[in-house]
């Protein structure tokens, strides 16, 4: 079994359970991976496995209203490891990951000619 699917797995099974307890004291949680449909993603290599780590954590409408370079997703992926403590993905399975964001969720183009301009900026 790969690492990832194995993460997914353990996050599945950890989100179950936070969800029946949760339930269990009268609250609701504020997102459950049910809430969003693996299905509504762009199909792709590394689309079950994007999806899963992704939202072991927060809803996956975060990761893909980001749009980011393959370089800046693999900061990311870094940065979530160290300071919130996600598992650290290496080797085959983050360069799938990182493939999928980068294909699916890549920098937006500006909305108009010459891009976006910040009216508080100076000129």
């Given at each position: 079994?790969?690492?990832?699917?194995?993460?997914?797995?353990?996050?599945?099974?950890?989100?179950?359970?936070a969800?029946?307890?949760?339930q269990a004291q009268?609250?609701?949680?504020?997102?459950?991976p049910k809430d969003e449909q693996?299905?509504?993603?762009?199909?792709?290599?590394?689309?079950d496995?994007?999806f899963?780590?992704c939202?072991?954590?927060?809803?996956?409408?975060l990761?893909?209203?980001q749009?980011?370079?393959?370089?800046?997703?693999?900061?990311?992926l870094?940065?979530?490891?160290?300071?919130h403590g996600m598992?650290?993905?290496?080797?085959?399975?983050?360069?799938?990951?990182?493939?999928?964001?980068?294909?699916?969720?890549?920098?937006?183009?500006?909305?108009?000619?010459?891009g976006?301009?910040?009216?508080f900026?100076?000129?």
């Amino acid at each position: 079994m790969r690492h990832a699917t194995r993460w997914l797995l353990a996050f599945s099974l950890g989100a179950s359970i936070a969800t029946a307890q949760v339930q269990a004291q009268g609250a609701a949680p504020a997102f459950t991976p049910k809430d969003e449909q693996i299905e509504a993603l762009p199909d792709g290599p590394g689309r079950d496995e994007t999806f899963g780590m992704c939202t072991a954590c927060h809803a996956y409408r975060l990761v893909s209203n980001q749009g980011m370079t393959r370089d800046r997703w693999d900061e990311t992926l870094t940065w979530m490891t160290e300071r919130h403590g996600m598992p650290d993905i290496q080797g085959a399975d983050r360069d799938l990951i990182l493939d999928y964001l980068a294909t699916h969720h890549p920098p937006k183009a500006p909305a108009r000619a010459g891009g976006f301009r910040n009216p508080f900026a100076p000129q």
